[in-house]
């Protein structure tokens, strides 16, 4: 999205900019990728990459869990897509919510795990950017949490809709995907950017699954 959208987010003071800032090159990159590879129903040769994605992403709905600031929605909806963000933190969502370059984005204050907003069946797309490692639930196990969510997943994605999760921490279950009935496509691990200690940087596993059911 360039300077003006990073300048957007340093006037609001967010806090953890930096963290915004570093992961958004290559994570977001990657998912982007695996998005519209997965995505994709019918290729074509002769497409450089942003061609591919407008015509993948066109008019396709796709949620984020934990949009933070908005930064990804904001790449979504310039390639084509209707993106809706949710995220449980309320004063991310101000700022998300405010225009970038004249354009807004949807953003809904909601729990993961009950976004009753969304009608079944509606979503193509679910993504999430270390929304998994989060301790977004203390008094809970992660994996009651993680089932939880994944059963609303399952629930507003369209048969054979795409789920794709980007993971610093791989401590997710992924036997939890078969048992809510998704199927795992791919676990590919990569070299992140994201800085844990001074001097040590985290790789990421992505898990791409595919919600069961026949269109």
């Known amino acids: 999205l360039g300077e003006k959208h990073y300048a957007h987010l340093t006037r609001n003071k967010v806090e953890d900019d930096l963290h915004t800032m570093v992961l958004v090159p290559v994570t977001y990159a990657n998912v982007l990728a695996d998005l519209v590879t997965h995505l994709d129903k019918a290729p074509k040769a002769g497409e450089d990459f942003e061609q591919k994605a407008r015509r993948v992403l066109k008019n396709k709905i796709i949620v984020e869990l934990g949009s933070r600031y908005g930064t990804f929605l904001h790449v979504l909806k310039k390639l084509g897509a209707k993106p809706i963000g949710i995220e449980y933190n309320k004063a991310a969502v101000k700022i998300a919510k405010q225009a970038v370059d ?15 907003s969304i009608n079944n069946g509606k979503i193509d797309a679910v993504v999430s950017h270390a929304f998994f ?24 994605l369209k048969p054979r809709g795409v789920l794709i999760m980007a993971s610093y921490v791989p401590r997710f279950d992924k036997s939890q995907l078969e048992e809510s009935n998704f199927k795992l496509i791919e676990e590919i691990r990569r070299t992140g950017p994201r800085r844990v200690k001074e001097g040590e940087f985290a790789h990421s596993t992505h898990w791409i699954a595919r919600k069961k059911g026949v269109k």
């Open 102 to 116: 004249g354009i807004k984005v949807s953003v809904r204050h909601l729990d993961a795990a009950n976004i009753k």
């Open 133 to 156: 490692d989060q301790g977004y639930l203390q008094d809970q196990p992660h994996d009651i949490k993680d089932k939880t969510i994944l059963e609303e997943l399952r629930r507003v």
